[in-house]
């Protein structure tokens, strides 16, 4: 692979999940791959939560240019084109996705909500290192696929494995 595919991880907000896995996979990727998120509909003025900044900087993850937005940002004729969307909560996987350009392949990697409820700070942050853990065990499978599995006939198949894994 000579240019890196282009991953686009959805979720809600765009607070929590969706961006452990930008960073995550930016951090991981090498090349190969250029990670971006964005949320269905994030709240106005929405940030990536404080918690999921911390364990990316305690992981030795960056957190420069993290933020949240709107996934119109992605379907807007001058995005980048996605070669691959992952939806990584439930709420963003049921709902209608706008027509992305170029066709780009689809997977739903399911990771519950580490900011949902009302648990103390020291319950979420687990939670946040939990999920942060289970993220990147599923992108390490993604990362070493053989290049034939990132083809883009193959493509959607390979990522619809993983989330099972």
Request: proline share 7%.
């Amino acid at each position: 692979m000579t240019t890196p595919l282009n991953v686009l991880f959805l979720c809600t907000h765009n607070s929590a999940r969706s961006i452990l896995a930008e960073a995550l996979l930016n951090a991981m990727a090498g090349g190969r791959f250029k990670a971006w998120s964005a949320g269905s509909s994030p709240r106005d003025n929405q940030q990536p939560h404080p918690l999921g900044l911390q364990v990316l900087q305690k992981a030795g993850v960056s957190t420069e240019g993290l933020r949240s937005k709107s996934w119109d940002e992605f379907a807007a004729p001058d995005a980048p084109t996605m070669d691959l969307i992952i939806t990584v909560c439930d709420n963003a996987a049921g709902e209608v996705c706008p027509i992305w350009p170029g066709h780009p392949a689809t997977a739903h990697w399911g990771f519950a909500d580490p900011s949902e409820g009302d648990a103390p700070d020291s319950e979420k942050l687990e939670a946040f290192r939990q999920t942060l853990h289970l993220i990147k065990r599923r992108l390490d499978l993604l990362i070493n696929l053989p290049a034939d599995k990132l083809e883009k006939a193959v493509l959607q198949t390979s990522a619809r494995e993983l989330a099972g894994k």
